[in-house]
């Protein structure tokens, strides 16, 4: 009996012994599988987290130069304070719809102007208050840069000229992104300046340079 009950045991230890290997070696493949899963969600997370970002509460500086339609207008130079209430830009995305819009803009702008005089003629100042939306015309599918991005909009507010008082201002944009990045944005835009204080005499053009910057 001693010699069944021996080579039973040594059956036992040698069934053991390959299967713990063969057991092992299936552990470390899940393993491995598991690392190379969490690896690429990483890496996706990561190209999505490249592909997009948002920016909210970003101050900027404007310069601009205003040219008027009316005769005898002259020139207006000046500047305003931006301020970005929320920028986004979303790129590269094959899952975004036809209403998506690779480049989102919303904006408060604060801005004071005062004519070049002719001759003898005085300084007149101008000052407007706006809030702002501006969008890309391309979709999140079509888009794949941070620069030249081409973009349209609209600004509500109010107007006061000098020695003509105060009115309602609509101003139309178009613009284009020089460059949009996290930390920077750079626009060239133009606007039809639509005013109710003198409406033929200040009807004109608006063309500014903006820069958004992240403290």
């Not at 004109?204 to 820069?211: A, K, Q, S, T, Y």
Request: glycine share 10%; net charge negative; aromatic share 10%.
């Amino acid at each position: 009996m001693r010699n069944p009950i021996r080579l039973g045991l040594i059956a036992l230890f040698v069934l053991a012994a390959v299967i713990a290997p063969c057991e092992a070696n299936q552990s470390q493949n899940n393993n491995n599988q598991n690392n190379q899963n969490n690896q690429a969600k990483n890496d996706g997370n990561q190209s999505t987290q490249d592909n997009e970002f948002d920016n909210s509460m970003v101050p900027g500086v404007s310069g601009c130069v205003m040219t008027f339609f009316g005769a005898g207008r002259p020139l207006f130079v000046g500047g305003s304070l931006r301020f970005d209430l929320l920028y986004t830009l979303k790129k590269s995305d094959p899952d975004a719809s036809f209403l998506d819009r690779g480049r989102n803009e919303l904006y408060l702008d604060i801005g004071f102007y005062g004519s070049i005089p002719e001759g003898a003629a005085n300084t007149v100042f101008l000052f407007h208050y706006l809030i702002g939306v501006t969008t890309s015309f391309e979709t999140p599918r079509s888009m794949d840069r941070e620069f030249l991005i081409p973009y349209v909009g609209i600004e509500l507010g109010g107007i006061y000229i000098q020695d003509l008082g105060n009115g309602f201002l609509v101003v139309p944009v178009i613009g284009l992104n020089i460059v949009t990045l996290p930390f920077l944005t750079v626009s060239l835009d133009t606007g039809l300046i639509l005013n109710t204080v003198s409406f033929m005499d200040y009807l004109g053009l608006r063309n500014e340079i903006h820069v958004n910057f992240v403290l």
